[in-house]
């Protein structure tokens, strides 16, 4: 059967007064432990939105400096593309000042330029041009433009005595009609076979000076 105890709770003050006294644990206010947690969680957030911002700001960097550096690539080639169509344009410009002429009067063009062995077994350069009449008056080749060439420095007399004569030597002295053109020829005796020849243009109509010069390589 059920077994009471005896509990006696009865106590002398004496022994009231010597008995330990056991206090509860202090219990924090329920606002003050919503507040920390809601501290910490505020300073997560914050360091959240640093750590993202301090990342964007990194991918920005890297993508201007990527483009820094291809703006730089692109200048540069337009740099050197410019420069080489400015030497190609000098180069193109002397090589047809010496050997075309065009104005409103007239226009000289060198079509060709022929090795042959004159009569005394010697070496003649044969200079052909093209020579078109824009003015009102006839004009002959040799009366406006009369080439000239020279070889190492020595002036390259006209070769006379040539074994065949091209039909177009003697239509350089021939007068042509406003608006026409003739194919005429120049032949010159060389010294050598190999050295280059230089061929000046010089204008007896206007200015009456030198007006192109070009070397032109035989070998």
Request: proline content about 5%; some cysteine; aromatic content about 6%.
């Amino acid at each position: 059967m059920p077994r009471d105890l005896d509990l006696d709770f009865e106590m002398q003050d004496d022994e009231l007064r010597d008995r330990p006294v056991h206090r509860a644990p202090r219990r924090e206010p329920a606002g003050r432990g919503a507040g920390s947690r809601g501290g910490r969680g505020a300073s997560a957030s914050r360091r959240k939105k640093t750590d993202t911002t301090s990342i964007i700001i990194l991918i920005v960097e890297i993508v201007v400096f990527i483009a820094l550096i291809a703006l730089f690539f692109v200048l540069k080639a337009k740099i050197v593309d410019s420069g080489s169509s400015s030497e190609a344009t000098a180069a193109e410009s002397t090589t047809n000042n010496g050997v075309n002429v065009e104005s409103e009067d007239f226009s000289l063009t060198c079509t060709k330029v022929q090795l042959v062995m004159d009569a005394d077994n010697n070496t003649a350069a044969l200079v052909y041009f093209t020579f078109v009449n824009k003015t009102d008056n006839p004009l002959a080749m040799s009366g406006v433009f009369p080439p000239k060439v020279t070889q190492n420095g020595a002036d390259c007399p006209e070769d006379t005595n040539l074994t065949e004569t091209p039909p177009e030597i003697a239509n350089k002295d021939m007068q042509v009609s406003a608006g026409q053109s003739v194919e005429c020829c120049y032949a010159f005796k060389l010294s050598d076979q190999t050295s280059p020849l230089t061929l000046t243009i010089h204008d007896n109509y206007s200015t009456f000076t030198d007006i192109g010069s070009t070397e032109i390589p035989i070998s």
